[in-house]
Each structure stands twice: as C-alpha cells, then as structure tokens.
C-alpha cells in the first residue's frame, strides 16, 4: 500500500513505522496501526525526499481514515479524509472520491434513506471498480444488505456474486477475511464455504480476531442444524482465539453462544457461568457499542444485547422455580433481577445518550421497603412467559404470568388505546391485565398490610397507568399508592422535607410556536402559587434565560412546568415548550444542576402537560427516566395530555395534600386521583390516570 509510493532511498530508510502500521491493519489491530500511521509524519518531515513526502502524507491520511473508521471514529475519520482530499489528485482523487461516497452511503442508510444509500454505494463501486477492489468489495457488500434487509433476494445474491469476485481479487488480510464473513452472514447459499475460506485466511496472517469471528459462525451454522456438541465444540475454539486476540466484541458474543448451547444440552449451571462471563466482557466494550448505537448503527443497545440479560435472567428464573433450596432461591432471583437490572441502566445512559445519567442517583436499598409498607413489582417480559418479582420482607417472590410477550403487548396496546378516550369502553382490558400481573400477589399484599406499590416496568408496560388497573370493584389506585421507577438502583427513596419548600413555576397559557394554548394553566398557576412560596414565570417570562436566572437566584425544591411537553423515541425531538424556544433534557439538567453547591437536589420535577406517543416503548422509557436525568429525586409526569380543568385541580389537590397532610408524594396523589374518580363526570382514567409518580415516592 503505502510503501509503494516512496523512493528507493525512503523505502529502505523507512522504519519499520508503516510497515508495523500496515501489518497491523492488516490483522485488524487498528489502534496499533494509527499509534504507528500518526507518527509516521515526523519521520517525513525529517526526510530530503520533498518529490514523495507530499503524496505519502496525504496517503497517510486516507489510511489513518480508515484505522479511525474501523474503530468506531467516524468523525475524525471524515475530517482526515476531507483534508486528504484537499491535497489529492489524479488516481488518488478517485479513490478519495470512492471512500467518501462509501461513507455517505452508510450515513444515509443509518439515517433510513435506503435508496439515497444505495446510490452512493453503487456510485461508489462504479468509480473503485477498476483500480480500488477493496473499496468497490465493500461498497457492493453494503448495497447488498440493504436489499437483504428489504427481503429483495434475487438483487441480493447478484451483488454478493460481485462482492465475492472482488473479494477473492485482494491480497490475504483482514479486510478480505471479514469481506467475506459479512457475506457469508448475508449468503444463504454458500455461507459455510465463504466461513472456511475467511477462517483459512485469517490463519495464514495470524489475525486471531477474525479466526474467532470464522470458528463461531461455523458453530452457529452447526446450531441450527441442531449439532450442538460440534457447534459447542466450535464455539469454545471461537473463545479461546478472541481470548488471545484480547477482542472482548467476539469474546462477549460466543461466550454468549455457549450459554444458549449448555441451555439446549440441559447444563444450566455450566450455561449461567457463560452467561455471567459474557456480561462481564460486554461491560468493557458497552460504551464503544453505545455510541455506536447513538451514531445511528443500530435501533438502541437494547436492540444488540438485550437478548443477552433476558436469556440469562431466564435461565435464573427456571433454576430458581424447580429448586428446594430457599437460598439458592433467593440468590438466584436476585441475580436475574439484577441482571434485567443493569440492561435498565444502560437502556436509560443509551436512551439520553448520557454516560453520567445513572450515576445522578444514589443506589436504595429496595429490598428492606417492608418497613414502609411498600412492596416493589418488577416484571420480567420473556419471550413465553412473564415473572414477577415481588419484594416482601420475607425476600423476593416469584410469580409467573404463563403468556407470550406479544400477546401480552398486544392487550397492553389495546388498554392504551382506550385509556385516552373518555368515551370508550377500557373495562375489560383492564380488568384482564388485573387478573394476570395482579390478582396472584394479592393475598401476599394483603397479608402484610403494602399500602404502596413501586412498579419497576419495563417494554410495552412503560406505556400505561398501573393506576388504572381493575379488580372488578376498584381501581387499583383506590386500593394502593402506585408510583414507577425506571429501575431500582436508580431510585434515592428519602421522606420529603417539607420545611422551607421554594417552588419555581413555570407556564404557558398562550399559543407559541404553533402549539395551541392552554387555558387551564393560568387557574394552575395561580392556586398552586396560593399554596406555596414561589416564583411565576408565566408565558413571556416562561423563557429558558428566565429560567437560568430563576435558578441562580434561589435553590428551588419543586420545579412545575405546566407546557406543552414530547417525549419521543428519538431523544434529540424530546422536549418541553418554553415561550420562545424548545428546552431539551439536556438543557434542563444543566439548569437544574446550577445549584450544585446546594446540599439536596430537588425534590419533585412536574410535567403536567407531557404526552407520549401511543405504544412507543421507547418513548415512556424517556419520561420515566426524567428525574434522574434532570437530577431530581422524582417527577410528576403525564403519559399522555387532557386539556380539561380536571388537570389543574388534580396537581392543585396532589400539592395541597402535601402540605396539609404529611402524606407521601405517592398517597398525594393517589388522594388526588381518587377525588377526581369519585366526580361521575370524570371517573374515566382519560383523565385521572396519565399522571405517574415516578422516582421517589416517599
């Protein structure tokens, strides 16, 4: 590659810098290569040879491009390639050129634009085809996920026909090896030749990253073919090899294959093992796959890994239900509840995009809440069945919900649906869902006299009111306070310190920026204000520098916003509506973190006029996971938005209530809600149930 350009008298002066750089492309290690590559300029500035250093430099540029794509930089890739380009000309130009619209295309495929990614693809190929096979190999390979991915089988397998003579054009090397693995993944025909061939030629150059990534694919065409101890077999070579090769994205993945093998061969100790070791290397890559999420690379890190907590969790759970032993019971239901636990987590640093987002929180002791008469609910949703586990004081229960996860998404959608219209007929949906997460924990909740239910949800439950829930006379809110956590750890449970409490309010009445007005909020605004010692800021005071100034002023304790508010599944369309702008929840954690010399944050964030989309999963993980990202101890939020004076009076009452009475946050508002349950003309959850409590609820 590089050496090709220099002169006689470079090349044999060259030091083994871009011969180490390139070997260590060559065999996948990219860092070395641009620990190598990056130094290489000093070399030649050093050097007389001024007719080659220009075009070495540039090539150097195009190469540490590609070292930097590989490992996950795509900005400081498209940066190195542009100044590149700048400096090109001639047949490097071209390449450049091929390159750049190879980055385009995965841009707009990331970005969904399928046929824009296309047209840069084959563009690509088309200027790579004569001089560049590498480029035009991996420009084809691309196109051809992309009719994969749109079921189009026949424009499939033409492309792999051209990106596997292509391929087989290149000198043995990593890219050529994992070439032709990903068109092994793609390939239905001749997947297990392509998986050979990689796997021979990443022997002969020693790159043991992709000899494991050739050995666990084999295995894994021996695992559907239900060859499970020679595909085991396989998959403990593949192991070994990305042990060696110190590749914890290989090692997670086949340590992960080994759990599933030791399931279906009926070790379950063996497989828990495997399962707890593929975690454990998965935690040292999570970030990296993260933002690779975050890039656009993939739905989110739960669409990648989540399979992973889930299957291990499962495996616990069956152990736990067929085992006499009460603490291997225990320990194992903790365990699978951590587990679920530490996907919750990432799901929420991956939702805001905030590495810092679960550390906003300090960690409860969730399992002594016996003392407050609180019991925790945390279902687990598995592909055949649903678990829930209960924290009691005499530890964990488990109870099983024997239906399939779509069918319980399906009801739980058609529950959500009929909840928002005050006319429609929502009994029997929630008298159902009662029946199945409910109705057998309840001799256990009466028993020990729980007055308060702290649901952990997870997937299509983070879209409905657990409030709303029916036993066929009541309720559930008219027999529990009910509040919401996005996870455990994520919940600082303290009694509310009512003495000295500031309140900031904020709100729009007026219609701005195409949203329409609301009413209702001016007679919000001003009874709470009755009630509490607070400052207004009302419609054009309502501005984000209002706010920023609000907060340097005064340490508040409860922060109400009573405006427009999205939470969508993109988190960049997440927002609340101020007088002149948009407040995004990385904006409103800064505002609300001003205060960090203060000892306490605050203590309750309210949202009274948010709304989510109806079955976005992703959505409600965004709202109940507010008050940890703003850094408040809880929320006050809606599922959904009721212009109706209902509203006003229920925050109004939910306010009073804790003031007045001493009452929890979450037997506030369960009073709150009751008091609108018991006016016929509003006993309709549409207007009752969209509020949650979520985060602390003492």
Known sequence: MILLLLSPSAAAESPDILKEGERAFMRGDFAKAIEQWESAPDFY?????????????????????????????????????????????????????????????DTLSNQKDEQGALGAYMESAKLSENKYPEICAKALLHAAGIHHRAGRNAETRSLLEKTIAKTRLLEQSHDKAYLLISAGELSEISEYDLFQEARKIAESIGDLRAV???????????????????????????????????????????????????????????????????????????????????????????????????????????????SKDSHQIQQDLKEARSVIEQLKTVELQDYFQDECVALHSKGSSIDKLHTLHAAAIYPILLPNRTEVLVSFPDGLKQFTVSLKNDELTELIRSFRAKLEQPESRFIRYAQRLYDLLLRPLESELDSRKIDTLIFVPDGALRTIPMAALHDGRRFLIEKYAVATTPGLTLTDPKPLERQGLHMLLNGLTESVQGFSSLPNVSYELQEVHRLYES????????????????????????????SHGQFDKNPKNTFLLTYNSKLTMDKLEQLIRIGKFRKDPVELLTLSACQTASGDDRAALGLAGVAVKAGARSALATLWFIDDASTSRLITDFYRKIRDSGLSKAKALQQAQIGIIKDPNLEHPAYWAPFLLIGNWM
């Open 45 to 105: 500035k050093k050097s007389n040879d001024h007719l080659n250093q220009a075009d070495t430099l540039v090539y150097l540029r195009v190469y540490l491009s590609e070292a930097y794509r590989a490992s996950g930089y795509d900005a400081k890739a498209a940066e190195l390639l542009d100044s590149a380009d700048k400096s090109a000309s001639g047949d490097l130009k071209t390449k450049i050129a091929a390159l750049l619209l190879l980055y385009q295309g």
């Open 212 to 322: 494991s990534h050739a050995l666990g694919h084999i295995a894994r065409l021996y695992e559907k073919e239900k060859r499970y101890e020679e595909s085991l077999s396989l998959t403990r070579q593949a192991v070994f090899a990305a042990q060696q090769a110190d590749a914890p994205e290989s090692l997670y993945r086949w340590l992960w294959q080994s759990g599933r093998l030791l399931t279906i061969l009926g070790d379950r100790d063996g497989a828990i093992s495997s399962y707890r070791l593929a975690i454990q290397n998965l935690e040292s890559i999570r970030q990296d796959m993260a933002s690779g999420c975050q890039r656009g690379m993939c739905l989110s890190f739960r669409d990648i890994v989540g399979p992973l907590y889930f299957e291990m969790a499962d495996i616990l759970l069956q152990r736990s239900a067929s």
């Open 535 to 562: 400052r207004v800021l009302r419609d054009k005071d309502f501005t984000i520098s209002g706010v920023e100034q609000a907060f340097r002023t005064m340490p508040y304790s409860i922060v109400h916003i009573a």
